[in-house]
């Protein structure tokens, strides 16, 4: 084996951590493979025969990458942030696939770090996701140490207050099919019981028109008797929703002729949906992968 072939192993062995730390910045799939793609290339041009921590090096690599582009998203910000969705991750529901993404990052805390200053971000996924040292972090944010630990400090209180589920996968699961079940009856009650009266739905529809839903309509709902009479206007597709870990936990992915055209994620508190996120963005659907 030549000594390209034993970087390319290498690089291998890193991909999945890559990948992982590359999402959690950015929060969107096709983003996080081209910089991981863009981190290959980095090393396949450099010289690292002096590099004790290869794992280290590239992590190192795959974040600066992010950041650049966390700091190029000028037309992003331009749109409302209140609205928008990041890219979910797609599982099947079964056993082994709960286990693997146990440590999955939920979407409702993506949608808090999108709110994250670019060094916020990378600040904290680096140390509380990843256990990065602030040495190691202020050398990408060229920042001090301690400047560099305000910025997590910073992060972390922002993100302390991310809704989060209770953990309970079983009970989880049973929310989310008697969800599908009542909007499938189209009947009010059920679904309202189903709701916490705080519920919050966020839906990014992003700027094309969904073919199959209706016009496409990005929006933010409060409440449980507005959140119903939303989901009872979309009963329709019930018969192509069905539920799959979304981020690691049950959610529902809506599938029309194999075509992903829809992603709910939910997060579920003492048997109550606290939070509802939808992805609904054609374009941005495209590349989302559909489990087998």
Known sequence: MDDHEQLA?????NRAHLRAVAYRMLGSVAEAEDAVQEAWLRL???DVSD???????LTTVVSRVCLDLLRSRKSRREDSLDTFVPD????ELGPEEEAVHADA?????????????????????????????FDEIATIVDKSPAATR??????RRRVQGAPAGDGDMTRQKKV???????????????LLELLDPDVLLRADAGAASADFAGPAVSKLVRGAKAVVEQALLFSRMAPYNRVALVNGVPGVITVVNDR????????????KITQIDILADLERLEVIPLPA
Do not use: K
């Open 88 to 91: 979910p991750i797609i599982t």
């Open 260 to 271: 992903l055209v829809g992603v709910m994620a939910v997060v579920v508190n003492d048997g």
């Open 44 to 46: 396949s041009r450099s």
């Open 150 to 155: 305000q910025l997590a400090s910073r992060a």
């Open 9 to 13: 192993r290498q690089f291998e062995q």
């Open 176 to 190: 989310v099919e008697a969800f599908l079940a009542a909007s499938r009856s189209g009947e009010f009650e059920p």
């Open 51 to 57: 590099v004790g921590n290869l794992a280290g090096w």
């Open 105 to 133: 990052i939920g979407l409702a805390l993506l949608v808090v770090l999108e709110t994250l200053s670019p060094a916020e971000r990378l600040a904290f996924v680096l140390h509380d996701m990843f256990g990065v040292g």
